[in-house]
């Protein structure tokens, strides 16, 4: 009986046993699938993170994968400047009320990631074609765009999206991404940054050509393959020349003439225009220098100045210095400047050209009448001459738009004591208009296109 009795209780304890063990491995199962929900996710915004998308996008792309998905790549535009002006925890909340808004599109056929700093992705599963794909792309931009309000302040960011398709771009997910990634990117590069590119083979091409231009300008020798243009500016009124602008040219000894359109920018990204801006700017003293004292004149060397350039106060320094030491009068110096300098933060924006402007240096925006065109920063700057942009120029004969927008322009410069040069003036009756508006100077073809110097001497200085 006693055998017995204790056989039951064993019996008893072991199955008590067994059910604490199946409950407690129940409990770490259910633990390990948090631990591996949290490992998944972005702490700040709560969305699915970097390290899930891989894992997800390995899933999608196996054999029992899906038919067919977008993959989206997001990059908020200018959101670095809210976290410098106003500083990280800021910063966060926006990015938190960022990931709350894409949290909206979770569906069991879109799924939203935060996968970097201010970059986020979406999946759309099953897609059935492309025009789904733009529908919820333009959502997203809907939503992105609805002001942000991290009391006391209010942001309204814009996005930049690349798009790339599975099965049709590539079957390979780090392909994939890398697809997604160069579209964003040439959105980013784009004028139209609050947009969306689905990937392209031909973006593959211009990166490399990219790539090779900046490894021919890295190892370039500026003073064999650089050389400078000048290009006349002339006075509308009394025809006489009053300047003249400095392009550059180069000639590579094997690839032959690459477009400064095509390398400037480029030079800006790398930073390369720093030394390049150098060069130009030694050159343009010398030749303006020789000029004005072989034909005793007054005459202005305007200079392309990149905003990279100007934001960089050890250019400005180099500038005064190199004028000091070469005996350049500053008078004979002008500046083209972008209007896209209007980006750069006032308050310092403002004391550059303050020390230009007391230096004797004369300040142009360049391109004027495109691009940003906020007119505020011109009453605020010191700024000696507009010049309207050859776009405008171009259709000033026929289009009443551009003619009025003109007609604006040289009106407002006149009453806030600015010159103005148009750019680009190619016929006669575009140099009509002009001078009938009150433009005081002109730049174009129809005075002279770009030219080395011994050919700008004989055209437009020996008389
Ligand atoms: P930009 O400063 O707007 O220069 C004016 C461009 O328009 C020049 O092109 C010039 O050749 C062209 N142009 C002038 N008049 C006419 C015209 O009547 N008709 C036509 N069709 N074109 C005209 P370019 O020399 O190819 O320069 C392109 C851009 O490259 C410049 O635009 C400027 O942004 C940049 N760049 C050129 N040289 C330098 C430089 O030394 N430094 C920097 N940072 N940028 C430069
Ligand atoms: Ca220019």
């Known amino acids: 009986m006693l055998d017995r009795l204790m056989l039951k209780t064993e019996k008893e304890i072991n199955e008590y046993l067994e059910k604490q063990i199946a409950e407690r491995t129940k409990e770490l199962n259910l633990v390990n699938q948090n631990l591996e929900e949290i490992s998944n996710r972005d702490v700040l915004t709560g969305l699915y993170n970097r390290r899930y998308l891989i894992h997800h996008l390995e899933n999608l792309v196996s054999a029992n994968g899906v038919e067919n998905f977008a993959l989206l790549y997001i990059d908020a535009n200018r959101f670095k400047p809210i976290n410098d002006s106003y500083g990280h925890s800021i910063g966060d909340k926006v990015l938190a009320a960022l990931g709350n808004r894409f949290s909206e599109f979770c569906s069991p056929k879109c799924t939203p990631f935060r996968i970097g700093g201010d970059e986020f992705a979406v999946i759309i599963e099953n897609y059935v074609d492309k025009f789904e794909i733009s529908d919820i792309a333009d959502k997203i931009f809907e939503k992105l765009q609805l002001p942000i309000s991290v009391s006391p302040y209010t942001f309204t960011l814009t996005a930049s999206i690349g798009i790339t398709l599975y099965p049709e771009d590539a079957l390979d997910k780090d392909v994939l991404i890398r697809y997604a990634d160069i579209a964003m990117y040439e959105v980013k590069s784009s004028h139209h940054k609050n947009n969306y590119l689905f990937f392209d083979k031909n973006f593959i091409e211009k990166i490399n050509k990219k790539h090779e231009i900046e490894f021919l300008l890295q190892n370039a020798d500026y003073n064999k393959e650089f050389m400078l243009f000048y290009q006349p500016q002339y006075n509308i009124e009394n025809q006489r020349l009053v300047g003249m602008e400095a392009l550059i040219r180069w000639q590579h000894p094997e690839k032959g003439f690459i477009s400064p359109s095509e390398f400037i920018p480029i030079a800006e990204e790398t930073g390369m225009i720093i030394h390049i801006g150098e060069w130009v700017a030694e050159n343009a003293f010398s030749q303006i220098k020789k000029w004005n004292e072989s034909y005793s004149m007054n005459l202005k060397m305007s200079i392309n100045i990149s905003p990279i350039q100007i934001k960089n106060i050890g250019f400005i320094e180099w500038l005064q210095e190199k004028m000091?030491?070469?005996?350049?009068?500053?008078?004979?110096?002008?500046?083209?400047?972008?209007?896209?300098?209007?980006?750069?933060?006032?308050?310092?924006?403002?004391?550059i050209f303050d020390f230009l402007n007391e230096m004797g240096i004369s300040i142009s925006i360049d391109d004027f009448g495109t691009g940003y065109s906020s007119l505020s920063y011109i009453r605020k700057y010191n700024i000696d001459r507009l010049k309207i942009a050859k776009e405008l120029i171009d259709t000033i004969a026929y289009d009443e738009n551009a003619l009025l927008i003109v007609q604006a322009i040289i009106m407002m410069a006149s009453g806030l004591n600015l010159k103005t040069i148009s750019e680009g003036v190619e016929e006669t009756e575009q140099l009509a208009i002009l001078k009938k508006l009150g433009c005081n100077e002109v730049q174009g073809y129809i005075f002279g296109k770009p030219v080395p110097s011994d050919e700008f001497e004989k055209l437009h200085l020996i008389k």
Do not use: P, R
């Open 324 to 351: 000091q030491a070469e005996n350049i009068h500053a008078e004979w110096i002008d500046l083209e400047i972008t209007e896209s300098v209007a980006m750069i933060s006032t308050s310092s924006i403002e004391k």
